[in-house]
Each structure stands twice: as structure tokens, then as C-alpha cells.
């Protein structure tokens, strides 16, 4: 019989943290949301107050099964009893492999013998962690979407030492709490949704970062070809958060040598984190929230024809 697990802890309180945190307690999940940074899970719990607002409005909760899912939910600060009655720790912490291993270190002794353990590495391989974690055939890749209560897919990446009852269990878990299990059947930085994700993104953050167009017009011509998506690819960046942008790009332009991917690491560092701008999570990043301007049915609208001469202006290499 494949096993349901049911006590689940997420280690890192960011933005996917958090969202998995709540989203599987409201999937009726027992679960320990713990950062070793008293401020994030304070900053969590407060996110996780607007999360209840929006499964209201968007999912059509009820207030008994918030109630409900705030009863499931709780929030520490000391890694061992954290994971003290853990079924499956998810981690979600930054996309640095020195932070990730450092981490698996610590955590591997002050785990339960049965606990199975995963990461959310947006780009990251399963084998580079594996051995550090102590427990390669327990230790897989669970990836999620941004915005999972409605972006609901699941990728599930092994390495060549997973053992099949660990995917079995973890693919129980995805489905269990609502999400599209969906096998990468290689290993592969990125997985499918990232593969592209990534590249769409570093192509966009080029366009702004080399001048080329604006945030908005790059999200514009994004949306205009692409009608009934949700987010433009720079509306993409401030979801994911900033630093997870600036993370993944540092790292991997330095990697493969990109001089663009490095340039818009910079971009990001000098126009948003430098100024204490997180993106989404934090209110402000190429937009502000809870109010977006590609929010506004008239982001979209055909422009008066009094905008034609100031169009034109920006069109012209002579004045730019």
C-alpha cells in the first residue's frame, strides 16, 4: 500500500515556503514552517493572514476551514524540533548549493529514521545534495509552481539512488494536496517548467537590462500574444521574488561564463535589492502591489491617438 504522509515540514519561510507551507496545511496536511530567522516566519504568518483573504475570494473557502488550516499550521525557529515528527521535509531555501549542502548537513542527524526528504531547487540537480542529506534513497526533487492553489503542478525528479517507494510516497503527497504530479524522466537544471521559464525570463530581464524596452512593453507584447495569461514575464519576476531571480542568474551566469546573465544579476542587485525591493512578496518590484498596473484592463487597451507622437518620439534611434 503506498504510503500517505501526512506530517510535513518546509525549511525556508520565502515565498514558495511559505505557500507550501499553507497550502498543505489547508489540504488538511499537519505542518512546521521553519526558518532559522525569527523575522521571515513573522513576515510568513503575515503573508499567510493575505493568503487567507485571497483562498476566500478565489477558492471559495469557508472560515471554518481556514480556522482549520491555521490549526494545522505552525512555525519554529529551532531546526531539531522542527523536523522532530516529520514525515517529509520539502526545503526551500535559497538557490545557492553552498547554503542547500550546509543545511543538509545540519539537518541529516536531527532526522527520524522514516523521514523522506525533498528539494525545491528551481535549477538545481537532486545528485548535488543527495549524499549530503544522509539518506540518498529517501531524497528526490518536489518542484513547484508559484502560486500553487491555483498553478497546481508538481514536477518530480529522482536521482539514480531514489528509491521507487520514496517516488511513490511523494507523488501520493502531491496528489493528495491537489497538485498535477508531472515525472521528469531525466535529470535536467530546470526540470521542464524552468527549462523554459528560465530562458523566457533572462531573455525578458535582457530586454530591460540592455534598454530595449520597458518592463511594461515587454509585458505587454508578452500578454497581447499570449491573452487570458495572468503575468508578463517581468510581473513572472516579481512573483518568483527578486532574489530568486538575482540568485539563479548570478549563479548560473557565472557557471556557463554568461556575460548577459551576469549583466542582469547587476541590473537587479543595483535597481531593486540594493534598494531593499523584493518584488511581490515585499510590495514593490517592476510593480507595485496589490495593485499592478498590468492589472488594469486599459494595460492593454489600443492607445488614444494623442499617444502617437510621444510613441514615435521613443521609436526614434535619434532621441534615444
Given at each position: 500500500?503506498?504510503?500517505?504522509?501526512?506530517?510535513?515540514?518546509?525549511?525556508?519561510?520565502?515565498?514558495?515556503?511559505g505557500?507550501i507551507?499553507w497550502?498543505?496545511?489547508f489540504?488538511g496536511?499537519?505542518?512546521v514552517?521553519?526558518?532559522m530567522?525569527?523575522q521571515?516566519?513573522?513576515?510568513a504568518?503575515?503573508?499567510?493572514d493575505?493568503?487567507?483573504?485571497?483562498?476566500?475570494?478565489?477558492?471559495?473557502?469557508?472560515?471554518a476551514?481556514?480556522?482549520?488550516?491555521?490549526?494545522?499550521?505552525?512555525?519554529?525557529?529551532?531546526?531539531?524540533?522542527?523536523v522532530?515528527?516529520?514525515?517529509?521535509?520539502?526545503?526551500?531555501?535559497?538557490?545557492?548549493?553552498?547554503?542547500?549542502?550546509?543545511l543538509?548537513?545540519?539537518?541529516?542527524p536531527l532526522?527520524?529514521?522514516?523521514?523522506?526528504?525533498?528539494t525545491?531547487?528551481?535549477?538545481?540537480?537532486?545528485?548535488?545534495?543527495a549524499?549530503?542529506?544522509?539518506?540518498?534513497?529517501?531524497?528526490?526533487?518536489m518542484?513547484?509552481?508559484?502560486?500553487?492553489w491555483t498553478?497546481?503542478?508538481l514536477?518530480?525528479?529522482a536521482?539514480?539512488?531514489?528509491a521507487?517507494?520514496?517516488?511513490e510516497?511523494v507523488?501520493?503527497?502531491?496528489?493528495?494536496?491537489?497538485?498535477?504530479?508531472?515525472?521528469?524522466?531525466?535529470?535536467?537544471?530546470?526540470?521542464?517548467?524552468n527549462?523554459w521559464?528560465v530562458?523566457?525570463?533572462?531573455a525578458?530581464q535582457?530586454?530591460?537590462?540592455?534598454?530595449?524596452?520597458?518592463?511594461?512593453?515587454?509585458?505587454?507584447?508578452?500578454?497581447?500574444?499570449?491573452?487570458g495569461?495572468p503575468?508578463?514575464?517581468?510581473g513572472?519576476?516579481?512573483?518568483?521574488?527578486?532574489?530568486?531571480?538575482y540568485d539563479?542568474s548570478?549563479?548560473?551566469?557565472t557557471?556557463?561564463?554568461?556575460?548577459?546573465m551576469?549583466?542582469?544579476?547587476?541590473y537587479?542587485?543595483e535597481?531593486?535589492?540594493?534598494?531593499?525591493l523584493?518584488?511581490?512578496?515585499?510590495?514593490q518590484g517592476?510593480y507595485?502591489?496589490p495593485?499592478?498596473?498590468?492589472?488594469?484592463?486599459?494595460?492593454l487597451?489600443?492607445?488614444?491617438?494623442?499617444?502617437a507622437?510621444?510613441?514615435?518620439?521613443?521609436?526614434?534611434?535619434?532621441?534615444?
Amino acid at each position: 500500500m503506498t504510503q500517505h504522509l501526512q506530517n510535513l515540514t518546509v525549511i525556508g519561510a520565502g515565498v514558495l515556503g511559505g505557500q507550501i507551507a499553507w497550502h498543505s496545511a489547508f489540504k488538511g496536511k499537519t505542518v512546521v514552517l521553519y526558518d532559522m530567522y525569527a523575522q521571515a516566519l513573522t513576515k510568513a504568518q503575515e503573508i499567510h493572514d493575505r493568503y487567507a483573504e485571497m483562498y476566500v475570494a478565489q477558492l471559495g473557502a469557508t472560515e471554518a476551514e481556514i480556522a482549520a488550516t491555521r490549526s494545522r499550521l505552525s512555525y519554529c525557529a529551532q531546526l531539531a524540533s522542527a523536523v522532530a515528527q516529520a514525515e517529509l521535509v520539502i526545503e526551500a531555501v535559497p538557490e545557492v548549493p553552498e547554503i542547500k549542502n550546509a543545511l543538509y548537513t545540519e539537518l541529516a542527524p536531527l532526522l527520524p529514521e522514516k523521514t523522506l526528504v525533498a528539494t525545491n531547487s528551481s535549477t538545481l540537480l537532486p545528485r548535488d545534495f543527495a549524499q549530503a542529506t544522509g539518506r540518498p534513497a529517501k531524497f528526490c526533487a518536489m518542484h513547484f509552481a508559484n502560486m500553487i492553489w491555483t498553478m497546481n503542478v508538481l514536477e518530480i525528479m529522482a536521482h539514480e539512488g531514489t528509491a521507487r517507494e520514496t517516488l511513490e510516497a511523494v507523488t501520493t503527497f502531491a496528489i493528495d494536496i491537489g497538485q498535477v504530479p508531472v515525472p521528469v524522466r531525466k535529470e535536467q537544471n530546470g526540470y521542464l517548467l524552468n527549462t523554459w521559464n528560465v530562458a523566457l525570463l533572462t531573455a525578458a530581464q535582457a530586454l530591460v537590462t540592455n534598454g530595449v524596452g520597458t518592463p511594461e512593453d515587454v509585458d505587454r507584447t508578452f500578454l497581447i500574444c499570449n491573452r487570458g495569461a495572468p503575468l508578463g514575464p517581468m510581473g513572472m519576476i516579481d512573483m518568483i521574488g527578486i532574489k530568486t531571480a538575482y540568485d539563479v542568474s548570478m549563479y548560473w551566469g557565472t557557471v556557463k561564463n554568461d556575460a548577459q546573465m551576469l549583466a542582469n544579476a547587476a541590473y537587479l542587485k543595483e535597481h531593486f535589492l540594493d534598494k531593499g525591493l523584493q518584488g511581490m512578496l515585499g510590495g514593490q518590484g517592476y510593480y507595485s502591489y496589490p495593485n499592478p498596473a498590468y492589472a488594469d484592463p486599459a494595460f492593454l487597451a489600443v492607445p488614444d491617438h494623442s499617444a502617437a507622437k510621444e510613441i514615435a518620439r521613443l521609436a526614434d534611434l535619434k532621441s534615444n
